[in-house]
């Protein structure tokens, strides 16, 4: 597994977002300058967030963003897959994205992939952005 730039402003989004859950309203441009993420690429991540109703937007001037739940509802691991799909390094250890793969040959080399995708897993899906806050 490795994060995309992509997954990474997207948490770094929803850690800023995190940090105004009980506040309120936080535009673009706020997200943008304090976490130096390029204002077009968070607009089409913010996009795909609230396709994924993880976060909802309000139009006009006194506009912005907020997360659709509480920080701790949304773990690492929903995010990273939304973005980059599966936590696990090869597929054919994967629960999500399953797909036969060459290492099957191999058991105990399976075996270690599967074991890296349980610690993997385990840590994104127990952290919420709660946690990060």
Do not use: W
């Amino acid at each position: 597994m490795k994060l995309s730039k992509k997954s990474e402003y997207a948490c770094l989004a929803l850690i800023e977002l995190a940090k105004n859950y009980q506040t309120g309203l936080v535009t673009i441009t706020e997200i943008s300058e304090k976490n130096h993420i390029p204002k077009k690429y968070l607009e089409q991540i913010l996009l795909l967030l609230k396709s994924a109703r993880f976060v909802q937007s309000i139009r006009g001037t006194s506009g912005g963003y907020k997360l659709s739940k509480s920080p701790e509802e949304i773990s690492v691991a929903e995010i990273v897959r939304l973005i980059d799909g599966p936590l696990a390094p090869v597929e054919s250890v994967s629960h999500y994205f399953y797909s036969h793969t060459p290492i099957e040959q191999n058991k105990k080399l399976l075996s270690i992939f599967a074991d890296i995708r349980n610690y993997i897993a385990e840590k994104l899906e127990n952290t919420t952005f709660q946690d990060l806050i």
